[in-house]
């Protein structure tokens, strides 16, 4: 163990004695492929910070539950709309307001008593628009006024407001306000309903547990979906290499493009899941891009390995890695995808 971490050591530093004799002996491959998986199995193990996500993330029934207390708040809040207008602007409550102001009508005379109205309809809140129509009636006032109001008292104002104001009568209203109730009764239905199918889609372990299994499978399968990339760089560097003059063999080639995989341990920030359930937003974006950025320094840590295991493994000189690895990269981002777009466009234009 402590020779292996010794060479572990060696590689991060990019000691080429140490990198020459890996790549040129028989297990160097072997030796390269283990220190792959053990390196992306404990930068895998940044997944493990998803498994308080994983217990308190809203189950699919919950959500919908969630959504459906939404929508009947909603319409509980459209009714309780309905109503507040209907009892601030009612039939029963104008006589009341205008039966007190008489006697400021009669006593203080016609423009101390409109005042004191419109006033005492602003209170009520009575919309402007209406207020206007109402002091339209009451400014002509004259003797003797407690006709003139009392006139006043039959005038239908909630009617006239809902008409202005929606084109419906008092009873039109109340029957958009059945209507609200029966949609929130079939809208709570489909939301029960879809509760129910929803909880029987549900793993026979229970979602949380079945999340945690899947959890450990991912972590378990992290080597084997990244060496999949790793190794399609390296057939791709194979080819460059190899066009460029290199004399490496398969199982060497192989070598130098594992051991770069060094610094890989780095992502292991990048591989916490957003922690939105547990920390606040804040913080998880900054855990978040706090892994982009070591996942950057390790990118470019192991660049720096791979120039030189491909100068040992080619026996290359430094420039020549270089190139190698720019015509790869070249290659992975322009010309593949160009050929295959041009491939593409070929089949479906013929």
């Known amino acids: 163990m402590k020779i292996a971490f010794r060479i572990y050591s060696d590689v991060l530093q990019d000691r080429r ?9 028989r297990a160097g491959v ?8 053990i390196v992306m199995l ?6 493990w910070f998803g498994i308080p996500v994983a217990i308190q993330q809203p189950l699919l029934s919950e959500r919908i539950q969630d959504l459906g207390d939404t929508i009947q708040d909603i319409g509980n809040q459209a009714i309780d709309t309905i109503d507040e207008y209907m009892s601030t602007i009612s039939q029963e409550n104008l006589p009341e307001t205008l039966t007190r102001l008489i006697n400021d009508l009669i006593s203080q005379g016609v423009k101390t008593g409109v005042k004191s109205l419109q006033r005492s309809m602003i209170e009520a809140g009575v919309p402007p628009e209406q207020l206007d129509q ?36 008092p009873e039109q209203i109340v029957w958009v306000d059945e209507q609200i109730n029966a949609v929130a009764d079939r809208v709570n239905e489909a939301i029960d309903q879809a509760q129910a199918e929803a909880e029987l889609l549900e793993p026979p372990l229970g979602a949380r547990t079945s999340r945690l299994i899947r959890l450990f499978g991912r972590w378990l399968s992290t080597p084997f979906t990244s060496v ?9 560097g194979l080819l460059v290499a ?24 780095l992502f292991f920030v990048a591989f916490i899941p957003i922690m939105r359930y547990v920390l606040p937003l804040p913080y998880s974006m900054a855990i978040h891009y706090f892994g982009r950025v070591l996942a950057l320094i390790a990118i470019g840590w192991s660049g720096l390995i791979l120039l030189k295991t491909l100068a040992v493994a080619h026996d ?28 593409l466009a070929y089949v479906w234009g013929g």
């Open 17 to 25: 004695e140490t990198i020459e004799a890996l790549i040129h002996s």
């Open 228 to 236: 999949s990339g790793w190794l399609f760089v390296a057939l791709v």
């Open 242 to 265: 190899k066009l460029l003059g290199g004399r490496a063999t398969v199982a060497q080639h192989l070598a130098a493009v594992l051991l770069a995989a060094g610094p890989a341990v």
């Open 316 to 343: 290359f000189s430094f420039w020549r890695s270089a190139g190698a690895l720019a015509l790869t990269w070249l290659f992975l981002w322009v010309i593949i995808p160009a050929v295959s777009f041009a491939a």
């Open 30 to 37: 072997a030796f390269a492929l283990k220190m792959f998986v």
């Open 42 to 47: 404990i930068a895998g193990l940044g997944q």
């Open 134 to 169: 109402l002091m339209a009636q009451v400014i002509p006032l004259e003797d003797p006024f407690s006709a003139q109001v009392t006139g006043l008292l039959a005038i239908p104002l909630h009617e006239r407001w809902f008409t202005s104001r929606f084109g419906l009568r």
